[in-house]
């Protein structure tokens, strides 16, 4: 590790996370974070620009993510008596047929998968097209990093979780965008279990009759507590939506494809290299080192690993409760974690952590937990991450720089 300071930099569906983290002091700080959405032509904002132009950022190690949807990840029974040095060339020629996109312009690699009760090696295989991977070469040499390696969603988010109390018992960690999720369960330093979640919250929120149904009811239940409890209700401040994109509107936007400059991929080209000599761009090796310390007086964490509880909201209950889209994504979590435990013979997951959304549903946290059988807690990012002192970092960058920061606790 020649620097201590690794940038993370993840192109998201609605927006661009800049992160950098130093990881010579223990636990690695967040001395930067950055979110920026897209302009509404799907393109890199100026504000971006600037951001991927930091002085502070120049020459540094990089990891970049490709957010999911954009790649492949299934598991796959690795082939027996192959050397380590070449498996990702095997399995890639054997897995040709799982690929969705053509196997000459996909680059793949794999990383080990724990054992499972069916016995026999199982891997992860991660398969992405090229023109999805060379917007992220484009971004590092805007941001004139020395880019390391490209990772996957998984296992960015997947190293959020080294400071979290339970993780040698199994954690679980679901992100909810918009239209789509992802639930992974690690335990220690492994990825168990990844699978994507067809609804988000748009979906949650136009299945009870729209956002503005649900903050009406918020608002109602406030001021009911209020009126008959002689109870002040807690601040509430909705979150700020992302310019791309509003609930119930899906982009139409790639944003990826829209921030590819042609002209600046002359340097760069794949020629016709099949996808079996590419280089090895994804990370394979990750390592979540060893948990932190909860008490460690610079994670300043809180009396409690949790925030304060959300407002008493019945009649946000009463809506969710009916909620055929949050119905249809904690089925798919619950039959993930049933599977989980049954594959690999394991006891459930301690707690599954929810990250942190990017519009704000009262209420979601008590819903999901009355339909899962998991202990149901918020991932807190100002309470399991070691922030810089005094920088200013909003609560929003955070939230949605994650998968920025993960990449870059990686390189640890």
């Not at 951001?51 to 949807?69: E, F, I, M």
């Not at 390696?149 to 909810?176: F, H, K, Q, S």
């Not at 929120?205 to 807690?234: F, I």
Request: charged letters at 25%; one cysteine or more; proline letters at 8%.
């Amino acid at each position: 590790m020649d620097s201590p300071l690794w940038v993370g930099l993840a192109a998201m569906s609605d927006g661009l996370s800049v992160a950098a983290v130093d990881l010579s002091v223990e636990p690695a700080r967040v001395d930067l974070c950055d979110f920026h959405p897209y302009g509404q032509d799907g393109r890199l904002t100026a504000d971006a620009l600037a951001a991927l132009r930091d002085p502070r950022l120049r020459k540094r190690p990089a990891v970049a993510v490709l957010s999911s949807g954009s790649y492949q990840l299934f598991p796959f029974e690795s082939p027996k008596g192959v050397p380590d040095q070449e498996l990702r060339n095997a399995v890639a020629l054997l897995a040709q047929d799982r690929l969705e996109s053509d196997p000459l312009t996909t680059v793949v690699d794999v990383f080990d998968m724990p054992d499972g009760h069916a016995g026999g090696d199982m891997v992860f295989v991660a398969a992405a097209p090229q023109e999805r991977i060379l917007p992220l070469i484009d971004l590092a040499e805007e941001a004139t990093v020395k880019l390391d390696r490209i990772d996957i969603e998984d296992l960015a988010l997947a190293n959020l979780t080294r400071n979290l109390p339970e993780i040698e018992n199994g954690v679980a960690l679901l992100r909810l965008g918009l239209r789509d999720g992802l639930l992974m369960v690690v335990v220690g330093d492994a990825l168990y279990l990844s699978r994507p979640i067809p609804s988000g919250l748009a979906d949650i929120a136009e299945s009870v009759g729209g956002l503005e149904t649900l903050n009406s009811a918020a608002e109602a239940d406030e001021a009911y507590r209020k009126a008959l409890l002689g109870e002040e209700p807690p601040a509430h401040e909705p979150t700020a939506q992302p310019e791309s994109e509003q609930p119930g509107e899906e982009s139409q936007e790639e944003p990826l494809e829209a921030i590819t400059d042609a002209d600046s991929l002359e340097s760069w080209s794949w020629g016709d290299t099949p996808a079996l000599e590419t280089p090895d761009f994804f990370d394979s090796g990750w390592d979540l080192g060893e948990e932190a310390e909860q008490e460690d007086a610079s994670l300043a964490l809180a009396p409690q690993d949790e925030p304060p509880p959300e407002p008493w909201t019945p009649e946000v209950e009463r809506l969710l409760r009916d909620s055929s889209a949050l119905d249809e994504i904690c089925r798919e979590a619950q039959r993930t974690l049933d599977y989980y435990e049954s594959y690999f013979r394991r006891q459930g997951v301690a707690s599954l952590y929810i990250l942190p959304p990017c519009m704000e549903i009262p209420g979601l946290r008590e819903a999901v937990s009355d339909r899962l059988s998991a202990r149901i807690k918020w991932y807190a990012p100002e309470v399991w991450l070691n922030l810089a002192n005094g920088e200013a970092i909003s609560t929003r960058a955070l939230a949605r720089g994650l998968p920025a920061i993960g990449a870059a606790l990686g390189a640890r």
